[in-house]
């Protein structure tokens, strides 16, 4: 059954140790919904934790979105994030995730690697200037939608965070994403610590390896999850811990009362 954003909101609270929601700009937020949206939040008890900009589900990021060739694209992708930097800080949220989702290529001689790096190093020291009070987060991935991300495992995300070199910017650890592009997601996130405190939010989840199942998580690795929270604590990490599960056969509120504890 597909809930308005006000049942979301309601089934929220019924979800056992949760504090705090994420927002997908566009999905559940705009313009003209952004106050609403944030009072029935904060009325039942939560925080914003996040806000995504869309710069990935439309028909126009097809072939990229700050990696585009087409500058009228890539323009457009910059403005919708900086869109969501400004309903973060409406909704007294401080993170928004910037996920490089269409940025890549599906075949050989498909893209110009260094344009194309060039091009998101310079959308994101845009966008990390626009509004310095605002964290933008890189989640990295590194299939799906495109066979190929060009921002697809925690090295490239380093890289990336080197060359923007913004305080403003660092990075987030998908678990599931993680896991497709076979890192140990405990190591992961230690390099982010020991390379510039970069490791800024978390979501957990699970999978096989081999696709994005968004599973419950700890339900297939569960000995790494229990080393990525070791690593967590250990350095004494700070950030929210999200779920990114999509419980599409079982029932959302338990399966995210069960993630929890």
């Given amino acids: 059954e597909r809930l308005t954003v006000d049942q979301m909101i309601d089934a929220a609270t ?3 140790g949760l504090t705090g929601v994420e927002v997908v700009g566009l999905w559940h937020v705009n313009d003209d919904t952004v106050e609403h949206v944030n009072r029935r939040i904060h009325d039942a008890g939560l925080e914003v934790t996040c806000v995504t900009p869309d710069i ?7 072939k990229g ?14 403005q919708e994030v900086k869109k969501s930097m400004e309903w973060a800080k409406q909704m007294n949220c401080e993170v928004v995730d910037l996920w490089f989702g269409q940025d890549g290529f599906d075949y050989p001689f498909q893209a110009d690697y260094i344009a194309n ?13 626009h509004l310095p009070e605002i964290k933008i987060v890189i989640e990295y991935k ?9 921002i697809g495992t925690v090295g490239n995300t380093l ?7 913004k305080p403003n910017v660092g990075a987030m650890i998908d678990v599931g994403h993680a896991l497709m592009a076979y890192e140990n997601t405990a190591e992961s996130a230690a390099l982010l610590q020991h ?16 696709w994005d199942d968004d599973l419950t998580v700890g339900s297939v690795h569960t000995i790494e999850l229990i080393e990525l ?10 950030g929210w811990y999200a779920l990114d599960i999509f419980p599409y056969r079982e029932n959302g509120v338990r399966a995210a009362t069960e993630s929890i504890k």
């Avoid at 585009?68 to 910059?78: F, G, L, V």
């Avoid at 890289?159 to 070199?165: A, E, K, P």
């Avoid at 929270?229 to 700070?238: F, K, Q």
Wanted: proline share 4%; glycine share 4%; aromatic share 16%.
């Fill in 65 to 78: 979105s700050f990696a585009s060739n087409d500058p009228a694209i890539r323009r457009a992708a910059i």
């Fill in 14 to 16: 019924r979800v056992e």
């Fill in 142 to 150: 590194p299939k799906e939608p495109r066979t190929h991300c060009h």
């Fill in 229 to 238: 929270v070791y690593w967590l604590d250990r350095m004494n990490y700070n």
């Fill in 195 to 210: 390379f510039g405190n970069k490791l800024f939010y978390m979501h957990f989840n699970d999978n096989w390896r081999l």
């Fill in 56 to 62: 990935w589900a439309q028909a126009k990021w097809g």
């Fill in 159 to 165: 890289l990336l965070l080197s060359q923007v070199n």
């Fill in 117 to 129: 790096w060039q091009r998101i190093i310079e959308g994101t020291i845009e966008c990390a200037e």
